[in-house]
């Protein structure tokens, strides 16, 4: 690793082979259900990926329940080498860092300042032993704020690709079809491209309303407004998702603790697992509508990915060749 890139982030996210940051420019689109469901369907690529999810959203830390782990027993643990992440599952695929582990009272508000949660957000990197992962998702909060600016200068380090690792962190835009959730969208758009963060695609979130009973479609928030968005300017439609009572009812079942999650962190799982034990919230995902249409909408961000890597490694070659 170059003196460049030894950071005490760069150094820990060295076993992460690649880091995808969710965005969305307005609340309520469902930024922090997209993350989660993205994660599901990255372990789904196959049975030995693992991921983890990194709750940036520090006023409003949803991810916890929305996975099961809103419990008195799920919490952070400090070993020696850092921080150990809550896992969902017993098979240690999906580990979650979120600061709503660390609060006293899971109702208690956060009431910080800018350089606080810069603080926060540098030990959320720098500290968490997340171990060998394939994807580590970050979810952060609505805009273009202090949480976002912290996290790219951390993540600095990592925008210079090197042979040994070709990756950058990229990003996935989430907005809604209505004119207002787009122009905020917009902003977010802008945002990437003023800190050079790679946009792999955007996806238009509560596309319709499927009917339980009849199966008709409503486009209740319009249609095609993110598609249109993404046409005009120039990045990679992901897909349209619409709104799933199926997967509200799962989320909800998960909030209240009927669908058992592990809440362990990594030494017992390494005790008690040789990682291909149950996962019922993957399981019970799968039995959604929105588990296929999110199915295409992952295949389509790792082969952003994908190309990214190759077009990387093309210009890391080209230049070798022309220094020699």
């Known amino acids: 690793m170059s003196e460049a890139l030894d950071t005490p982030v760069s150094r820990r996210l060295a076993s992460v082979k690649n880091i995808i940051i969710v965005l969305s420019g307005k609340g309520g689109v469902g930024k922090s259900s997209s993350a989660v469901q993205l994660a599901l369907s990255l372990l ?3 049975p030995t990926t693992r991921v983890g999810l990194l709750d ?3 006023t409003g830390p949803s991810l916890p329940r929305m996975v099961g782990l809103d419990l008195p027993g799920a919490s952070v643990h400090q070993s020696s080498s850092g921080w150990v992440p809550v896992y969902v599952d017993q098979g240690r695929r999906l580990g979650l860092m979120s600061i709503g582990f660390l609060l006293k009272d899971r109702g208690d508000s956060v009431v910080w300042r800018g350089p606080k949660k810069d603080g926060m957000i540098r030990q959320f990197l ?5 171990g060998d992962l394939d994807y580590l998702v970050i979810d952060t909060p609505p805009g273009t704020s202090d949480e976002h600016i912290s996290l790219l200068t951390h993540l600095h380090p990592l925008f210079t690709p090197t042979p040994e690792r070709p990756t950058t962190p990229a990003s996935v835009l989430i ?3 209505q004119t207002t959730a787009l122009n905020d969208t917009v902003k977010s758009l802008s945002f ?3 800190l050079a963060l790679p946009v792999l695609g955007l996806v238009e979130n509560m596309a319709g309303y499927v009917c339980p009973c009849c199966g008709e479609i409503s486009d209740a928030f319009g249609r095609g407004g993110g598609e249109n968005m993404a046409q005009q300017n120039g990045i990679h439609f ?5 709104i799933d009572t199926v997967l509200v009812g799962l989320l909800d079942a998960v909030s209240k603790g009927e669908v058992p999650g592990a809440a362990i962190n990594e030494e017992v799982a390494e005790a008690s697992t040789n990682g291909q034990a149950d ?4 399981e019970r995902y799968h039995q959604t509508t929105s588990s296929k249409v999110w199915a295409g909408i992952t295949r389509g961000v790792v082969e952003g ?6 077009d990387i490694k093309a210009r890391l070659e080209e230049s070798t060749t022309a220094s020699e």
């Open 175 to 177: 907005t809604t079809p």
């Open 44 to 46: 789904n690529l196959s």
């Open 238 to 242: 992901l897909g349209r998702v619409p």
């Open 56 to 58: 940036l959203d520090l």
């Open 279 to 282: 996962f019922p919230l993957l």
């Open 192 to 194: 990437t491209r003023k």
């Open 305 to 310: 990915i994908q190309k990214r890597r190759e």
């Open 126 to 130: 720098s500290e968490v032993r997340w």
